[in-house]
């Protein structure tokens, strides 16, 4: 129960059945959806009451500029999501603080490293995606 699980959105045909199948198991509370694209926005607000990150896979060095934050926040806001799904380029620990403040989570994808990933792991992120979960979970409990 104290673990959350990532479904990440490949396409939104199956909404309601996700989340029907989530309660009937007992992990409603436990479940968030990444994945949801610009063009996902609609279905998932409409069908589902699942808790989801806006998708920016965008690779840009904007992310560090202030009214680029600005801008991002606003466009999660306006998307009613809980936070933004970022590649873990965009991510920086300015952006990150500026999304807490406005009570935004943030989530990376996906960390393949831990040599070349520290620095996103040490942003203190809310959600992780990742190819070696073991060895994250062991660098995490370390710092």
């Known amino acids: 129960p104290d673990k959350k699980v990532n479904l990440d959105l490949k396409e939104t045909t ?10 009937e198991k007992g992990v409603y509370s436990q479940i968030f959806f990444t994945g949801v694209e610009d063009e996902f926005v609609e279905a998932v607000r409409k069908e589902t009451s699942v808790p989801y990150y806006l998708n920016f896979g965008k690779k ?10 600005k801008f991002l926040i606003e466009k999660t806001k306006d998307a009613g999501a809980i936070g933004i ?5 965009n991510c920086n620990p300015k952006l990150v603080d500026k999304f807490r403040k406005e ?19 040490d942003s203190d992120v809310d959600n992780i995606t990742c ?9 995490i409990g370390k710092h």
């Open 85 to 89: 799904n970022m590649t873990k380029e």
């Open 103 to 121: 009570g935004l989570l943030v989530s990376v994808w996906t960390i393949t490293d831990i040599e070349n990933d520290r620095i996103y792991l």
């Open 60 to 69: 840009t060095n904007m992310s560090k500029f202030e009214s680029y934050i």
């Open 131 to 139: 190819k070696n979960p073991d060895e994250v979970t062991a660098y």
């Open 14 to 23: 199956n909404l309601p059945e996700v989340e029907r199948l989530a309660k």
